[in-house]
């Protein structure tokens, strides 16, 4: 067998049969990667500043004889490594199929000798021409491109992400931008999450999804497609929590149609006690801290001695009425809003009854921008 080098639309398409191996080193993997790329690092982080250094300051020559002495006695462990890397993903790779698919930074050296490595063994090895920097073009082409969005919007507290995942439940495309960001956006939004990604695997997180939403399933021509696929997602502030979306995407989301859910101020008020009242009051109290610039200090200070009393619900009383106001403004900071907005009110938080309806929005569109069911 002889090592392939592929493209990165090969090379993506490859991956749902085969698992890519990520060689570079620990410290690059973590920052950023392709998603659902095994970590199989030719060098640590010390080995690969050790090599570079080398290679700007002597000599090519020396750094690659530097790295083979890091490398040889690396070379069974690796490939046990990817062996049993394989027997995890054996619900993926068919049989005793040896495939991988192996890549570093720009497709150079690191990549070319763990994939002659894992061909002199036996596995069947594709390359990344590239490498992760060509993914990385890949993922932020895939932010310039057209899509049919569904923005759903509603102010704090209506249970958007709630009805996001079940209108996926329900078989439609959905993006969940907040859980892609272990954030859900306000203050509180860290609260009870992960910690978040750095912006670069946020936007790799990002790419894919918006790829696989929008890919042709089963072989089918995208010419052959009556009709686009709509995705849903929430209508967010730019930024969420540490992360941006990328400014392409956010700038064809501000331009894109609206559900506007509207629930009554004590229905979401109730909602957001019951969710957000289970913290610990120093988080909470925390959380207020971060936004009394702008919440202003005679708001702060009542909304913290409410936490200090227990009294959760006067005091998200008060971020509500902020919160409001802060959606408000985003919302009409939009081109157009009179054409892009529906507004579908609601007595309370029924989410299966509010996902009917906003399906239904979709397949018999109203031309009133104001529903009340």
Request: with cysteine; proline share 3%; net charge positive.
């Amino acid at each position: 067998m002889a090592v392939q080098k592929i493209n990165i639309e090969q090379f993506l398409q490859l991956s749902a049969e085969y698992p890519i191996l990520d060689v570079r080193s620990p410290g690059e993997y973590t920052h950023a990667h392709i998603p659902c790329a095994w970590s199989l690092p030719l060098f640590t982080d010390e080995e690969r500043k050790v090599v570079g250094t080398a290679y700007k300051q002597q000599s090519r020559e020396i750094a690659i004889k530097i790295g083979l002495d890091y490398f040889g006695i690396k070379m069974r462990g690796m490939v046990e490594q990817v062996e049993n890397i394989l027997k995890q993903e054996k619900n993926k790779v068919s049989g005793s199929h040896k495939t991988v698919l192996v890549h570093c930074w720009r497709g150079g050296m690191r990549s070319a000798g763990v994939a002659w490595l894992l061909d002199l063994y036996g596995f069947k090895v594709y390359t990344l021409g590239g490498g992760y920097k060509m993914y990385r073009q890949w993922a932020r082409a895939q932010f310039e491109k057209k899509y049919d969005f569904n923005i759903i919007g509603g102010y704090t507290g209506t249970g958007k992400t709630l009805l996001l995942h079940e209108l996926k439940r329900l078989g439609n495309s959905v993006i969940d931008l907040e859980a892609l960001a272990c954030h859900k956006g306000s203050a509180f939004g860290a609260l009870g999450e992960n910690l978040p990604p750095s912006q670069e695997m946020f936007e790799n997180l990002l790419a894919v999804e918006l790829s696989s939403l929008t890919h042709p399933k089963n072989n089918q021509d995208l010419n052959s497609l009556t009709e686009p696929n709509v995705i849903y997602i929430e209508d967010e502030s730019q930024r969420i929590g540490l992360l941006n979306i990328p400014s392409t995407l956010w700038v064809s989301m501000r331009k894109t149609k609206v559900t506007f859910i509207n629930i009554p101020f004590e229905e979401r008020l109730n909602y957001l006690t019951t969710e957000y009242g289970i913290f610990e009051n120093e988080k909470l109290v925390n959380a207020v801290m971060r936004i009394q610039k702008r919440l202003g200090g005679l708001e702060t200070k009542l909304a913290i001695n409410f936490l200090l009393e227990k009294n959760h619900k006067e005091c998200f009383r008060i971020l509500l009425k902020y919160y409001d106001k802060y959606y408000e403004r985003g919302l009409h900071n939009r081109e157009s809003l009179s054409e892009l907005l529906t507004t579908i009110s609601f007595d309370k938080i029924d989410i299966p009854t509010i996902a009917k309806s906003v399906m239904l929005m979709k397949q018999s569109p109203d031309k009133k921008n104001e529903v009340s069911l």
